[in-house]
């Protein structure tokens, strides 16, 4: 059948086929990096400016032409008027050229003290530092809409499951917020991958650094990192391991959060009948007419598995890579952004689907047969004296005497710390503001560094 | 920075954002299947027309009108005019939409005991039909290759290594021709996944068949599988599991050319230099002039662990939703046909590049240090009388009487099947042969099939 | 608290860390292999008692002497008594050195023309043989169990359902059989393994081969190989890569197990009720004395993503690892052989607890409510002539309209292969018995040539 | 052959074979248990016994009966000498039944308001806080064991490599350096897996909490965990999830390490020569008598691969089963074990091999070919006042021209932070002695507490 495009590949010329090959995608990913490129060129350009000496590389006024010219080509790419085509391979090349094109031998001496792989290193951290801020709100959005349902639905009885069979009183309250709670912690997993992130490569070169008095220091802090990579070798030895941190960070994200829909699924077959999906977020069926199914609920089930498989992908690709650059790393852009556009999306439309997920009181209820009650039945004994394991075979041998008990009342019993009566919600919304609170004052800290430093004429 | 874009998307319209999460990239990835959608829309009309009474459902005259408006399509999709946008959701809406504009009621009714799952079902194997043939023919010339290197350099020695150490004396022959025969065990593989894949799911439907008496062995037949499915649930239940069975094949073909990629960036380091790479496959550096990388094997090399994460990430797809289809699986489109595509480009490129690899006699030659003979020297003993254990002791304390050996006379000196000069070229080529004629034959079979299916009128 | 331990053993002696680090698990993993090991000594020997000349390398009546012993030693093994232990560090030495206390000189000369990697290379393949064999039984069993299963209840209704969600009439036997099928095409990707491992790497020796005229086809046909590796080089690389194809060949049918325990989790669930477990496979709880809980399911589940999880360690060892013999392939046996002993324990007990389940007519009738019956009812007013899509959004319009369907009647209703009401059973049952039987065959032909090669003085 | 053992399962007594696969390996695995499962069961007695009425639970003196028993137990633990049985089960059921023999009825009431499944989230994060401490320093000494290297090789030339090849100079300073100060993100990594493991479980019971008032901040507290766990279902959500995050981590760190194993490997090849390893930690060759190979680095690197398959193999465990406890956790144990001493027991011996490794001047000086100082005289041209890309022009076309260069200069020249004469050492050894410090504080602090509740009578 359609074999004739890929077999005409193999007669073609050998420069497109490798070209084709070792391109990759990078042309395209690029677009997301115009941004950081022009930013990282800027701090560069100023550093090299302001070297002792240094207006044999870089005037004052050169610096100011360029970082006007960055300016505009930024301005661009904010409005995604400015192209990479697969002949300037990548970003990198793309803004040199532009650069070359305007201001002529001043294009050309941007690359002084500088290497391609230091500029993909220095962009994608940049884009991860903003992703992962952004990544960090989302997952506290998601948090509060969770946190939001589970105080609404505090004394709403819902059966406690182990082994997916019934087992104990619960509430949606308790399952909700431990969503909530849950959430909390991979958040720690992206701060912790965010200042795994924060310091800068950049004067790595070739990962070996550069015969030139530079500055990384001032590079770093003019981008508002932390500080400087302390070693140029180790900084390059960073990258795709990096990635892969990040990506082990957000794959915790959303097994959180492929739980959760895993649980929404089941609890809203009409089998259990506890959860009502809002049905703007569900799909119909091609043959079935009746059918009205939790497809996104699913796909967040199945795009788990896929950022896990990037993090597994980049891990393994730096695995069989030696020391020092590889053009191995290059493999490593794509899944990395792939995996980090995933897990915002499904952050946000979990926000909203919980938001609008309701709950049917009746069907919960119908949930809580006798049995449920055993385990509380026969603490209450040991409270009343008998030793737990002789309570646990008592009630286990009059299993049938447990009818009649009030579901509300039992969840209602529960106080003490993390409990159904004893869900410390102040302190869950306290934290959700303040991780909030901390990722936008980063936010605002980075654009004033970087606005100071594009407007630095 | 550009947080823009993403954060739009959180206040924008439910139904777009659901929309946009919910069609992935499904779309672009069908254009790969205008054509399989069309077979095997004409072999499901063809089947209809046939039943006993089936002329309510579809007259021979609306079939051939049907096939004639699919074979119109399918032009369309060869010469790449096909559109598919983003409201068609995929190829199969696209093509209902594209039939019904033309033929109206007669359009409508194509969708008759036939679910969109089976569709894509079908679809897909058609898809994995092909493309493992063409693999198998991309393999066989990388095998080809690789046994003509080998041949040409059958008694030009190279030290051969365990633990990446010299070890023991062995050829360039042996070296390439090793790579040659592990290529033949993975053809075997992408063979039986080609059998596990031949067989026609159609009938299935949403996964548990129609009221309707549909002859599932006769659209079997019109499409050129070996059977139907025996079993409509199991049909379904083949979707994901199918692809990473596919992508398993891949992955061990990867994981051999890995391997020989890893070998020969080694071995054309200047440190080693047996091998000289063809310069039009290699690149420079951004900062250094000097450079000339073997880009191409890198890429090589972190491919692999690309087409192995896709294959794990449709396995866990599949692992984590339960039986009959779930949406899960619309996720496993994608990572399929990229390891695909991966795999056979890498195929191509690496039969190129061997072909235009060059050796170097003197380099080689000098990596034969004295001990390189030591293990031949104790097995001479042993055969003249003493027994291994003693041999082996006595060389080991005696490594300077091993100086002078000449390495010629060591590979020709080991004549058993297999070794340095006892290798079955013969053997091997017409192994490679034998496999190509096979999977060309099954290619024309195929297209006879078709080709008489889609003239039927 | 108890660091101790670990931290004595950084002041120890170098040699015992060396040796605790390197030794890793062989010397208990080898038990599994010393009736393999003494077999592939007694073919090594007759080879080179046969060689021209030979009778200086081993004589008839030293050959003879040494089958003599290893049978001894066999005797041993099956009984559990021949011990390996630290010291010895592999199953291999430990023999040798149980041949040289007996018969002196002459077990020292067993290890000439030979390599420990030799060793375990074959021994791994006679290992392999066998177990793939058996597992091959095993599946046989449980698809057997399935078959037997979904005869009993071909004719029970039990809703089906696509996205978790009830979609259209289905039946138990439909359900069932479809798990048989299943299996039925994993037993086809062992059976690949199984001629993947099918031939002898005897005589690769330290991967380069030997300088005497060993005959490694000889070997090959002792041992009831198919044949010997045409290329020693290769048969050493195919070290760990068959490994993980194997595994990976057990992962699939672990998917296939682990999606049936799912469903069988789920069905058995009281909201559910469609299955009950065979108590004596379920357990209780700690603290909760009503508890029933499926746990062999859950680790069946589990398991399934450990046999997977060794698998892709496999792979990774040897993508990581270069081309030639390297250590790091010792690190696959442990997963190799717990992956292969999960899998047939899981077969095993699985087609216990499904000969063992129980259904519940009445909780299956109560899951169709009218709306399963919605596609049917559509197809129906196609086969009355009204074109598909106006058929679906008729019923979807009046979905009220479905109720007092009979599910009984509609699984009848569905006649053609594959249906509800067209399952070929006959064709299944056929396929398992000629599976089980070329099994067999296979098992019995190879203990004859064992038994010829055992008993040859 | 010997499938006489697995058979014989199948036709043996139904409890034995769910017994056994229900049963794992946790009776073996448990006996690094003994303590914290001691430890916990003090600290919940205490708490119960100070619960307001809760002398009816616990009185102070039965409590105080209990602990001196559970020291007697935790001191037959820790010489080795208390006893899990398979029929006990775990640690939990062992413990109790002690209890039970020695105190009657008091040892029944030791699980009052508590589960096993408490208790075994409470042991693994007991266990885990103290592996993780111990990881922390033998990492830093391992940094440590580097960063000496690297200050005794500071001034050392060796060529740096990208792609593999010759790049430009570097040092071994430089080279070692760069693996010290990965370690230190790694251990970053380590501290913040230290800090989700770091708060209580105790009183989530079943996954519901108990309707008791019990105190589970005072058990936190005893136990000296920063917190108790807010929510009772995310304390149970949190098991193998947490599992997951450590053993991520250590993946990181093997990865780290596996690297620098990669070049040790590649660095000592006779063909490079620059290291050589101590002789006592590597291995001879069964039939080669000359040979001397890095097994220890190897194994290194294959158990990379192993540690990251257990971080997987956890994950998808978790993925695959739905919230509240399922008996699927059970299976997280193993690996998560092996996974932590594989760990610690690469660091240490890499410390060591690191401490013993040489140097060869000679061969790393032979390795500068003059055209590894092209780089360099490129960006002096700039400095001197030429365009960037005029400068590499320059220098590409004139590559005969570099000859002569002195590698001790070229190294001296790179002054800047990070650069071969820039290396903060003194920043890197502070960062060093920190960490460890601040981990021995921390053992320090939990040795107090628990020597406090363990005397508490």
Chains 1, 2, 3, 4 share one sequence.
Request: hydrophobic content about 40%.
């Amino acid at each position: 059948m359609s074999a004739g495009k890929q077999s005409r590949t193999v007669v073609g010329d050998i420069n497109s086929l490798v070209l084709e090959y070792t391109a990759g995608q990078d042309y395209k990913l690029d677009r997301r990096l115009v941004e950081a490129d022009c930013v990282g060129s800027a701090a560069h350009a100023s550093m090299l400016a302001e070297l002792p000496g240094g207006a044999r590389l870089f005037s004052i006024s050169e610096r100011d032409q360029l970082i006007a010219e960055l300016r505009a080509i930024m301005e661009l790419g904010r409005r995604g008027e400015f192209e990479i085509t697969v002949d300037d391979q990548d970003v990198h090349l793309a803004i040199e050229r532009a650069l070359t094109a305007k201001l002529g031998d001043l294009g050309k001496k941007i690359h002084t003290a500088r290497s391609r792989n230091d500029q993909v290193a220095l962009d994608l951290r940049l884009y991860a530092r903003e992703q992962l801020l952004a990544t960090v709100l989302d997952a506290a959005e998601l948090a509060r809409a969770l946190s939001k349902f589970a105080r609404r639905y505090a004394a709403l009885p819902m059966v406690g499951r182990t082994h997916m069979q019934p087992a104990m009183p619960s509430s949606v309250g308790l399952w909700a917020s431990a969503f909530a709670e849950g959430l909390l912690g991979d958040i720690e997993l992206l701060w912790e991958a965010y200042r795994q992130n924060d310091s800068s490569p950049l004067g790595s070169a070739a990962s070996y650094g550069v015969p030139l008095p530079i500055k990384r220091e001032l590079v770093a802090s003019l981008l508002g990192f932390k500080s400087a990579e302390r070693n140029v070798l180790r900084a390059a030895n960073q990258r795709g391991k990096l990635e892969s941190i990040i990506l082990a960070a957000m794959s915790q994200t959303m097994l959180t959060v492929s739980r959760l829909a895993q649980d929404m699924i089941l609890f809203s077959m009409p089998e259990f009948g506890y959860f009502k999906l809002p049905r703007e977020y569900c799909t119909g069926s091609s043959i079935m007419p009746q059918k009205n199914n939790p497809d996104v609920l699913e796909l967040v089930r199945a795009r788990t598995a896929k950022v896990k498989s990037f993090a597994d992908c980049v891990f393994a690709i730096v695995q069989s890579s030696p020391s020092g650059y590889n053009r191995d790393l290059q493999e490593a852009k794509e899944p990395f952004m792939a995996g980090i556009e995933i897990t915002r999306q499904t952050l946000q439309i979990m926000a909203q689907m919980v938001s609008g997920m309701r709950t049917d009181r009746e069907r919960l209820l119908a949930g809580f047969t006798p049995d449920v009650f055993a385990t509380d039945r026969a603490i209450e004994l040991v409270a009343g004296g008998m030793p737990f394991r002789d309570a646990y075979h008592h009630v286990k041998d009059n299993l049938d005497e447990l009818a009649g008990e009030d579901p509300c009342e039992a969840i209602r019993k529960k106080t003490h710390l993390g409990a159904t009566n004893g869900l410390d919600f102040d302190g869950l919304d306290a934290d959700i503001r303040q991780i909030s609170k901390q990722a936008r004052a980063e936010q605002r800290r980075i654009q004033r560094r970087i606005g100071k430093l594009m407007s630095s004429t």
